[in-house]
């Protein structure tokens, strides 16, 4: 038997195969209505505060180019817990990703983000632009997890948030029990009809 560099090319492919990656969401606001103190939409909510949804058409349009997206500090004197549930599956990996700008109005501000039981804190001063960052959750147990952003000050001025996405990570598939024994299989056949061909 002889295989092609093509079969066995096809061959490697296959064992090597991966899972695509899966958005399970994405939210860049724009097809909300917005205002200060928003009453959020789309599955988002807000507690013991409140954040704005400013931006292109509604005023307050500090970065401008981006729609619409998030002032993390509410304009009631007191930032809210800005949060999203979602339906996770135990065993897989979580990223999240979103854009964070500083608040363009001169103070340096921080947002507490977590997913899960992953956290971090960003510290942005205030001309920074839009920059896309990532932090990443593995589920223990399914079930509905949230997306949090808390900006810690309380003073009107919050971080600018937009285009937040929640992807599954990618996971190598099984290579077939079968399939290494095949692939050793496959080079004794080879070296054989190597071995037979240098005979002749």
């Excluded at 979103?98 to 956290?119: K, M, N, P």
């Excluded at 942005?124 to 997890?145: E, H, I, M, Q, R």
Aim: negative net charge.
């Amino acid at each position: 038997m002889r295989l092609s560099k093509f079969g066995f090319v096809a061959l490697l492919a296959f064992a090597s195969t991966s899972a695509q990656a899966a958005t399970i969401f994405s939210d860049n606001f724009d097809s909300y209505t917005g205002g200060l103190n928003w009453a959020p939409q789309g599955g988002w909510q807000v507690s013991d505060g409140t954040v704005d949804l400013i931006g292109e058409g509604i005023g307050y349009d500090f970065l401008p180019g981006n729609g619409k997206y998030i002032d993390l500090d509410g304009s009631t004197g007191n930032s809210g817990l800005f949060f999203h549930g979602l339906n996770l599956l135990a065993g897989t990996t979580y990223n999240l990703s979103f854009d964070l700008a500083g608040s363009q109005r001169e103070t340096t501000e921080q947002v507490q983000v977590s997913f899960g039981t992953a956290s971090q804190l960003y510290t942005l001063a205030t001309n920074v632009g839009f920059t896309n960052y990532t932090l990443s959750f593995l589920a223990n147990a399914s079930g509905v997890y949230n997306v949090n952003f808390q900006n810690l000050s309380n003073d009107n001025i919050g971080i600018l948030l937009d285009n937040v996405k929640v992807d599954s990570v990618p996971s190598a598939v099984p290579v077939p029990a079968a399939l290494p024994l095949m692939l050793s299989g496959l080079g004794v056949l080879g070296f054989a009809a190597r071995r037979r061909k240098e005979t002749v």
